[in-house]
């Protein structure tokens, strides 16, 4: 009955008209009088959540930077709940989405529930995790490792819950579905490095119309007692994991992190004159991809200083070789090191036309180094090293987050170092670290410059410093 009078009464903003006497009547056959319906939900805010209630009912895109165990989760899900009760959109869609499906779902079901139990006439679906409230708006819970089931759909309002944990799925799949409803959108998360829920958090502080972003520490939101505080940070298994969970800082790391967001901002801050490593070895690494979104990416790296890559997509062997070798016109080279999973043709075809010093490297291939469980791993060590101590990078979003979201461990009984697997890393983040990669197999062999002496290599005194 609702849906015949809602189509026939819609303004010409796309909203009900909440006066319109046909809908006043219905409204009242439904939930009683408009005017006087009154709905208790069981919350008493802390005075933060009441100072980021007042911020998000005044912006559209909010970026929510908070602590650990700071409130933050009940404060949106009760914003979503007074946005979906109070609209006179027809039919309006709110979406809170988690990292992954079950996440969501231990997060904010329940919550959800406990919240709307007592306003009248709200159905429930459990199978389908969707909550419909008596004026037609429909709450649902999405997990963000499913982000197709998303397009298509339009959306009056969305919670992106631990959004630094998420897939970036803000650009592509959730602003396309505010188009047609003006609605908006909450980012939520403590901070993981510099990804893009950093780059969020610096757009929501230029001054941009429409956005708005708030940090609040556990030192300054209240929440945590002092002295429970202090002793979390004495009993904090590292200093780096309190600054992060606790202080929202974007510049630490988490310990299983193989190279610190700290050490990457160092490097960027790093650049090499010509003469100061004109003696050492120039090194072409080539992580090769021929379908789907991943890239062909060139590396070249001289001693300390790597500069800008070069990067395609959907190119073949052929195509592959002669970018490679308007790389080699550009910059010289003294080695070069090709990834063997796609990179194989291309290897043969720069042989035969006589390039030499090319090598293939299989990343599961035994390591040189007896502390590491494979190349990959021996690589990234060594990229690591090299980062950490002098190296020199160019400024590159996509190569910093690459970098500072491969998390490290140590194999059962013998120890050795070992990587996660790529795939993890692809699914974290949302893209192959194709850069990454590629810079790390300028690190693969030990090369040398051409018509140096022998005894001088790469390597001239340590595994760190290069000549």
């Not at 037609?136 to 959306?155: C, F, H, Q, T």
């Not at 990959?376 to 060594?382: I, L, S, V």
């Not at 795939?423 to 850069?435: N, T």
Request: proline residues 4%.
């Amino acid at each position: 009955m609702a849906t015949k009078w809602v189509k026939r009464r819609i303004t010409k903003s796309g909203r009900v008209d909440i006066n319109d006497p046909i809908i006043r009547a219905e409204l009242r056959e439904m939930i009683g009088n408009p005017d006087t319906v009154k709905i208790d939900i069981p919350y008493t805010p802390r005075p933060v959540q009441e100072k980021i209630t007042k911020e998000l009912r005044t912006h559209r895109f909010n970026v929510l930077c908070t602590h650990r165990q700071m409130g933050k989760t009940i404060c949106v899900i009760l914003h979503i709940i007074r946005e979906a009760l109070t609209t006179t959109y027809p039919n309006a869609r709110y979406f809170y989405v988690a990292p992954f499906l079950k996440q969501a779902k231990i997060i904010a079901w329940d919550r959800l529930k406990y919240y709307l139990k007592d306003v009248p006439s709200t159905k429930v679906n459990e199978t389908e995790l969707t909550i419909t409230l008596p004026n037609g708006s429909k709450i649902y819970i999405v997990g963000a490792d499913n982000p197709d089931a998303l397009r298509g759909s339009y959306a009056n309002g969305v919670v992106l819950d631990e959004y630094a944990m998420c897939k970036d799925i803000f650009e592509e799949i959730i602003r396309p579905m505010f188009i047609n409803t003006n609605g908006w959108c909450v980012f939520t998360s403590t901070p993981k490095g510099q990804n893009h829920f950093y780059k969020l958090w610096l757009k929501s502080q230029s001054g941009l119309k429409d956005w708005w972003g708030g940090m609040f520490t556990a030192k300054d939101s209240g929440v945590i007692p002092a002295d429970e505080l202090k002793r979390i940070e004495e009993e904090s298994s590292s200093d780096s994991m309190f600054r992060q969970e606790y202080m929202c800082d974007f510049m630490a790391s988490s310990d299983n992190v193989l190279i610190r967001i700290d050490d990457v901002y160092v490097a960027q801050r790093r650049q090499y004159r010509l003469d100061e490593i004109d003696h050492s070895a120039t090194i072409i690494g080539v992580d090769c991809a021929r379908y789907g979104d991943d890239r062909t990416v060139i590396t070249v790296r001289k001693g300390l200083q790597m500069f800008p890559q070069r990067y395609f997509q959907g190119l073949n062997t052929a195509e592959i070789t002669e970018r490679i070798i308007d790389v080699i016109n550009d910059y010289g080279y003294d080695g070069i090191c090709i990834d063997q999973a796609f990179g194989g043709g291309v290897v043969d075809r720069l042989r035969e036309f006589g390039y030499d010093n090319v090598f293939e490297v299989n990343f599961n291939m035994k390591s040189g180094d007896e502390h590491c469980k494979n190349k990959r791993a021996e690589m990234w060590w060594k990229m690591a090293e090299w980062i950490r101590k002098e190296g020199a990078i160019p400024e590159d979003e996509e190569l910093v987050q690459e970098l500072t979201n491969v998390l490290y461990g140590f194999s059962a009984g013998a120890g050795q170092i070992q990587l996660e697997g790529k795939e993890l890393v692809k699914k974290r983040i949302g893209k192959s670290p194709d850069k990454s990669d590629s810079l790390a197999l300028t690190f693969a062999f030990p090369i040398q410059k051409r018509g140096l002496d022998d005894r001088k290599s790469e390597y001239a005194v340590s595994d760190y410093q290069y000549i």
